[in-house]
């Protein structure tokens, strides 16, 4: 069975695995790039990044069109006749797709330049080794469970007051009792003590009574 080729594949380039796959692949990259990358021999030695600077490349051309295309009209208004205007935004449109096509196939040759294989029906990769992004490191669940016990924490020391002012309560309401009780038995004695001084008063009657006896 012989190696699965996504869509977009680049002519030209031998599929991934086979033997002239990376030479192939570093001779189409530099036609990718500016002409002056060539007189970097580390970029033939190391194609993976030959392929990273590929990528930046071909999506600042994309944009770069993009942009262009957004903005011909208002910039070329008053200087180009408007059937050429229009010409223009062809050659935008033609050369966005052929650029768009370019970066595409240049991102699946840096991934089947780091390991990656291919599935069929798919335009996705299966990584020839799990990488760190699998799964999450430690300090990334460390992380989580600190901002969880800090959530815990938090909620704790909100709960705090209302807990307790729930305990005083009680304590409140019987000093509260307390005292009104207290007040009572003071007005009780108040009212006593100024009867005796009233001769209308049942206790002014028995002091008058008291001092007739002894005369």
Known sequence: ????????????VHPPGSEDFESTAVGWLLDVVPPDYRLHGVLRRYPVALATMARYHSKA????????????????????PPHAIDTVLAAYRKEGARLAATARAVGLV???????????????????QPTMVDQPNAAEVAGVAGVAGAKEE???????????????????????????????ARATRAGEARGEGDEGSPGGRRRAVRQHKGS
């Open 1 to 12: 069975m012989g190696t699965y080729i996504p869509p977009g594949w680049p002519a030209g």
């Open 61 to 80: 051309c994309v944009e770069g069109a993009r942009q262009g295309y957004r903005t011909a009209r208002t910039e070329l208004a008053g200087t180009l």
């Open 110 to 128: 840096e991934r089947a330049l780091r390991g990656e294989v291919f599935t069929p029906g798919t335009d996705s990769a299966v990584p020839a």
């Open 154 to 184: 938090e909620a704790e020391k909100k709960a705090a007051p209302a807990d307790a002012a729930r305990d005083k309560v009680p304590a409140g309401a019987e000093a509260v009792r307390d005292e009104a009780r207290g007040n009572a």
